[in-house]
């Protein structure tokens, strides 16, 4: 699942929007699997959540904003169990 998160304070979520929206046109796709393969190889299996943090480019305003991997969490973390809960909430 994908979803933006917002905060209240530094570091301190708020709540989230449901689809992401700040990265328009994203293959998430692709970068699942390509995270997932490296993972896959070195021997890692089962959940795994990568938080990615977008901001403009701030020299082309209206190209596509920049993204960095921030995190990578080898577990059911939060975020992924609300996303499995909507799933079910939803009927999939």
């Not at 920049?66 to 992924?80: C, N, P, R, Y």
């Amino acid at each position: 699942g994908s979803f933006d998160k917002f905060s209240g304070a530094e570091f301190v979520n708020a709540g989230c929007f449901s689809p992401q929206t700040s990265l328009p046109s994203i293959d998430l796709l692709r970068i699942c699997e390509s995270v997932g393969s490296v993972l896959y190889s070195k021997g890692a299996m089962g959940y795994v959540s990568v938080d990615l943090i977008a901001f403009k480019n701030i020299e082309n305003p209206t190209s596509h904003p920049f993204f960095w991997a921030v995190d990578i969490s080898l577990e059911m973390t939060d975020q992924t169990a609300i996303c499995f809960f909507f799933d079910m909430l939803m009927e999939g």
